[in-house]
Structures are given as structure tokens and as C-alpha cells.
């Protein structure tokens, strides 16, 4: 292969995580919203009949769509079908950091006010009930972190006898923090408390 027919193939891609485009890839958005004269945010209670994560607190959104135009405009069409509202009713909308995790999933994350005024009619097969929380709540609380270590296990055929070190190679283990925030009866944790307290370290 000639130099130039590298050069031809390589100099106008732009770069992007390996392997990305086997990644389910989601976006959300943290919504704020005023309330009695504070920022609140809002938080939705995932309905007990949905077969992933029922029961549990989160912050509106899901898979990216082809139809989408882009990460963005994927957070608000969920948020706008799970609260029940028309778009117009969320503004000032901006991108946090997003999030590529270890199990193969990438996460586009924002956040953005939602009109007070505004009565939402929640979707009940993925939206059992919504409650708020003063964003000074988080402000002053931290969270609590708890780390998660994960064993190598390699298959059964693979090949040791084709590595430095063999069965005895040192493995890099892999370890996960996991957010917890604890307000009244609510537990607040995993990814969601993680893109909370990412939020909440932008704006302190």
C-alpha cells in the first residue's frame, strides 16, 4: 500500500472513542425547576413494572433514536413524552459531561429549566410518581461513595500459553464508584447521583 492511499483514507476522518459504535448510547436530562421561591430538582420514580430498574429514582431519558437530530434533542423528545409536557415548556437547556461507562454504554447528559407553571402528566408505564428536592439539599450534602471491585474471570479456552506471564499474568482489576445521597425516605444512587454530584460540582 502506497503512502498516499493511507494519507487518503486517514486525513479527513475525525477521531472517536474505539469502539463506540457497538455502544448503546442514551442521553438524559436533569431537569431544574423553581419552587417557592428555590431551584428544585426534579425527579421521576421509574414505574415497578418495568422489567429493567423498577421502582428505582432517575432522571428522564433513554436511547438515542435514529430519528433524532442530535444528543440534545434526544434528552428533551424523552423528557417531553415521560413528564407529559410540550417542549417549549423546558429552555435554557446546556450539555454537561458525558459518560461512557465500563459496560459498554455511553450517556449524554444535560440539564435545563422546566416552565414552573407547567402541569405534568407523567407517562405511566415508564413514570410511576415525581417528587422534587431543593438544589441547596446538595449543596451542602455530599455524597456518600462506595466502591465496587470487579474480578477477571478470562473463558475456559483462553489462550495463557500465548501471553507474558501465562496463567500467572498480573490482571489491572477494575473498580466502579457508586453515588449514594439520602434525602427523607428517597435513595438516591448509581448513575443518576453520579451526573447529580457532577452537576452540582459545575455550579458550587
Request: charged share 30%.
Amino acid at each position: 500500500m502506497k503512502p498516499k492511499t493511507i494519507l487518503s483514507k486517514v486525513k479527513t476522518r475525525t477521531p472517536s472513542i474505539l469502539g463506540s459504535e457497538d455502544f448503546s448510547k442514551y442521553a438524559i436530562l436533569l431537569p431544574l425547576i423553581e419552587k417557592e421561591g428555590d431551584i428544585h430538582i426534579l425527579f421521576e420514580i421509574r414505574s415497578h413494572k418495568l422489567r429493567r430498574q423498577p421502582g428505582e429514582i432517575c432522571f428522564p431519558g433513554g436511547r438515542i433514536d435514529a430519528q433524532d437530530k442530535s444528543e440534545r434533542d434526544t434528552a428533551l423528545r424523552e423528557t417531553t413524552e415521560e413528564l407529559g409536557i410540550k417542549r417549549e415548556d423546558i429552555f435554557d437547556v446546556f450539555p454537561l459531561d458525558y459518560i461512557v461507562s465500563p459496560f459498554g454504554m455511553m450517556v449524554y447528559t444535560y440539564a435545563g429549566f422546566i416552565d414552573p407553571a407547567v402541569q405534568f402528566k407523567p407517562n405511566p408505564p415508564e413514570v410511576d410518581s415525581l417528587f422534587t428536592v431543593p438544589l441547596a439539599f446538595f449543596l451542602e450534602i455530599k455524597p456518600k461513595i462506595y466502591r465496587i471491585n470487579f474480578d477477571v474471570q478470562p473463558e475456559e479456552s483462553f489462550p495463557y500459553n500465548l501471553i507474558a506471564g501465562g496463567e500467572n499474568y498480573n490482571w489491572r482489576t477494575r473498580t466502579l464508584d457508586e453515588y449514594f445521597y439520602i434525602y427523607e425516605d428517597k435513595v438516591i444512587w448509581g448513575l443518576t447521583a453520579r451526573i447529580l454530584s457532577h452537576f452540582v460540582e459545575i455550579i458550587r
